[in-house]
């Protein structure tokens, strides 16, 4: 759909590796989306990784009730 929106057709082969690149282990394995070359004035990589779990909402695991409540 993305690609009929923008009008840039794409092969099948093409397609199956954009869904391939933006899976989410792909990314997390990925130096340009996982932010392993950013320097640690920017993200300070002793805290844990950029891209974490994957999953969504696991953000409450981590906030105690007030902090989720103000997030």
């Not at 923008?6 to 590796?17: E, N, Q, V, Y």
């Amino acid at each position: 759909r993305l690609c009929a929106f923008l009008g840039r057709p794409l092969s099948a082969a093409a397609l199956d590796a954009v869904v391939a690149n933006a899976s989410f282990g792909a990314m997390s394995h990925n130096p340009m989306s996982n932010f392993s070359l950013s320097p640690t004035f920017l993200l300070d990589r002793r805290r844990g990784p950029f891209l974490r779990k994957g999953i969504s909402g696991d953000w409450r695991n981590h906030l105690s009730p007030e902090q989720s409540r103000r997030f």
